[in-house]
């Protein structure tokens, strides 16, 4: 069956796993400490511009999230995020589970603005029994965000010089980074990121890789001894290489661009196609995720031909799915796809 | 450069790679669900012989003792283990990190005993302040243990039934358990211990697979929304294929214990080498791990030509290492091995 | 200088004050196992009327209310409560610290209502993918809120119902319980509350104790070795009596009410002469606690003659402040108060 | 029934209840922010002879451990103690609940020494795979310690030195320093505890208050946000003068040494008794408590007419148990007891 369901329907791209194959008897220390760990974070480093980033990666993204805001933050410190933040709405409480509370702002289409960040710091600031409530340390965004959406580098500088008026960490989740990287409607680079925030993550799982996430402390600012608190986590993996092949093979010839590249185009092509066809879109989106709202009718008859992910209920004769494209998304899927439409 | 580091110094078994690659393509759903996930629980369901065991695929060892133990104690309780336990001594405090104290007994080459737990729990009752203190929850073995070693099946039910007597669970953290159960010195079959645990693990990641252990709850005594809390501790992938192709194939042919009877195979012959050689053991063992005490004159060389592991400085002079074996061992690495003894 | 800037500027009510006095030099085992204590809890049981509730004394409320939510949820639960509730915005994120999500709904006067609860557990239910979320275990409400105002009857029983439906336990935060249990716009009681949540505690400190709170757990639902989670959070008091003595004064002769009642008269004369003065109500309250709305030039005035509590910066121009009577609060400090206004 | 059960079998020395109640209708502002708290804080300050001095009043022993190791320790730290250290055994695992593991090393007496601590940091710091375990990052010892032991200027210096040495920080549990200060054997002052340690409590539950310890961190090094910290673990009380007014009366007219001077009476009184009677010394001691072996007969008709602590089970007949005297322990008492010796 067709299946647009998410971006990590299939395995990995199929360069990742030769190199899998390739490397696979030779024997390399554990812990992430091998030298296709130390050329992956090499060439990440090149990427993002900046000597004095530091890298590490690891396995999924609520692990990166968790073990991100738990040690960058101090422990009477919670986070802000917008309402349909990740880390608020579809972790199971992972960042509660280390102790910090999150702090939402309403969201608008999945983002939230500088503006609201100084307004919340403000009263908290003016608020005189402050000092009985948490103590807010990091803004996090997602970007792409939950909804598909991308901050423009203008705003992201806007949230970067608040948080530094308030004190505040900005961290980036970029489980979905290359398909904003590589969306024609952003202004914004990874090079940008890097120099903007103070930690963000280049997702591996969604955009090409069996799992894996590269985590950028952008500004030697790692949490100390960051390694052995991966390992008080329950996060670090003996064969590190299955991470560090991964990325490396991501970063070389352009391969991550590639494969983000080659999803817009596809999720590109089925946008058009909904257009034309006049279906509602419930946001618009610019990335490889696309939300469109179906009667139940429509949506029962298009479940028995193609896969797509349930995205809420909007009424009761209405609910949104999601329709996502991946480096493995064929021309043909989305041809056939549009011939069901 | 000959390495006998550790017995994840290679990739996966090319059996493991081979399926990973074939089943690429197919759209699956995420998250656990898909039908590789599937049919390796039921292989394993089938290997245990217990119709109303439980399996949860997960990354790695730490990962699943934090879960396994934080999910199954309740919050006032902690976990006794031998005080050479890897939850004690090498996973960077994770069984704390969630609020466990772990209780320690002295070992005995890697092993504690019935008669132990029972002393240990005698005191505790027959102390009248003892609701100040941690109530004992669980027992945490491991099989084979860190040094190597193995229980008898007698003495897994020894401590089953001492467990019983005093309402703790019994846990087996089987990291390396392929290479206890192919091992010639055990009486102690797969079945055996799905009949006497409360819940264990099915080591992946030190016996073939790229990562992966399967946690088995015995008797249908998974913790309530077991999902969830893998996905709050941040244990949850996304694409779980990768540890269900990898799992499927492990049981498909027996292909786990065949891998686990060569590298004990490879052991054997490392074992007889040194006895004739005249090297000084530090402990027996009957697994894929031999630990040997070498004069530092003597590990100075060997470095130079064989990666092995550090244990511990024994003295001034002397210092233990461990040679493990693997599926990726060849005879002509133990034969160039010998050569070099 | 006069001040009604909260209901804990003063000590103990002296009747208390004197039963410390009278019995302190009586020697008495610690940890809560001693007669004043047993009588203290006998006392409350038989005001609660239920012979299963299980009384616990500890000694401030957002300590109760940690230990409470976190012994009483499991560790995958969070607890709902209106976005004005104490444990969401006043305890430094105190219930996060333990691992739990606190889930707002928005307040209405400080209250959340049955309908809500339906509407958030619906939803709930229809995600598709709500097990990657905090699963709702337990409602908190407080009575009176934190605006001061009151639950009836029907509000708590519509409350109740709706928890049971869902399998939610309902937890009310009694900080300030008998100034609703007294106040004359009410038809809750006692009896009402022990019938109708499953656990709620009876606030001392801000009713004449010096300190102190009585956790009811109204059907023999206390937690698992309560005790021994009490130690673990550090919430042990070796002088138990401390806590037993007071409660014991407070349900003597039915003080706690008593106490109650008085504040409850003198808020009443308060609010009188603030209509009468034509001063604006952020809020209308019943209960010893009165919102007022005043300029910053008359808030600034106000100040040099009186102490009274912040609440929160309205706008550029005025501020909300709140007075607040208790058992100390005489005729002629309120007399004095009025000729200010 | 005579009673020498423990230190807190009664309420509050006389001179701090009539304090409490001679201020209780003072308005006071609430959270530790009254005068009696400045006044006791500047009353420790001086006692210590440190202007860098930062001293927190809190509730009890547990909670204070709990809050200074928590909030002293990077998350990834644990604290080393005796295995007899209180922390390790007596407090249900409060340390572990907030994420820490206690590191034992073999008590003598009660006591550690300076040589245990830097053998322990050697084979840590040896170790090539330390950073998979807990870093040391405190020292805990009790003074007097569990067993009514105390160290000596020299001792305390040498711990001071090899933790300066190996970047551990020193915290020293008072919770009957007074006992220690005052007695015979001893030439450690509080100015060198002040001096040598960078944290320890002084305790008032067990020397005469109601309940309460202060907190002396003593070189501006209070954790950052302390006062939130206290809040989020749950240990603020809203009627902070109940802390203050006792310890500033505590720290008047030297009543804290006034008591505890006068408990190493009572118990030397009792000493003498006990060695003339040809009673068994479990241990000796030069504090306020003394720990007796007795045959279980002997213990039997001991108890029905006098209260004592019990301590340990020494073998099938004998048993430990801890006479101890306070402030309240007359020489009517104590003649009383060696009447029935």
Redesign the interface.
Known sequence: ?L?F??D?????H?EI?NK??K????????YGFDKYCESAKAKIKAECGREDAEIFLL?????T???VI??ML???E?VICADSGHVF??????I???????ITLKNEYGKINAEQIKNYMS?FN????H?????PGMVYISHPTEYGTLYSLEELNALSNVCKDYGLKLYLDGARLGYGLMSCGTDVTLKDIADICDAFYIGG??VGA??GEAVVFTHNNAP??F???I?????????G??LGVQFDTLFTDGLYYRISKHAIDMADMMRHAFIEKGYEFFIETVTNQIFVTLTDDKYSKLKEKV?VG?W??LSDSKTVVRFASSW?TTKEDVDALINIL
Chains 1, 2, 3, 4 share one sequence.
């Open positions: 069956m299946s369901e998410s990590y329907i299939q395995g990995a199929p796993l899998l194959v490397t696979n008897l030779e024997p390399l220390t554990g396995s999924g993204g609520t692990q999230n968790q073990l738990d040690t101090a422990p009477y919670g709405s579809h972790e199971a409480g992972a509660e589970f280390t102790g910090h509370k999150v009263v003016a608020d005189e029994n000092e009985h409530t948490v103590f799982t969604k069996l799992c100390r001894h390694f052995t608190q390992k008080q986590h329950g996060a670090l993996l003996a064969k290489r299955l896969a349930f809420e209920k493995a």
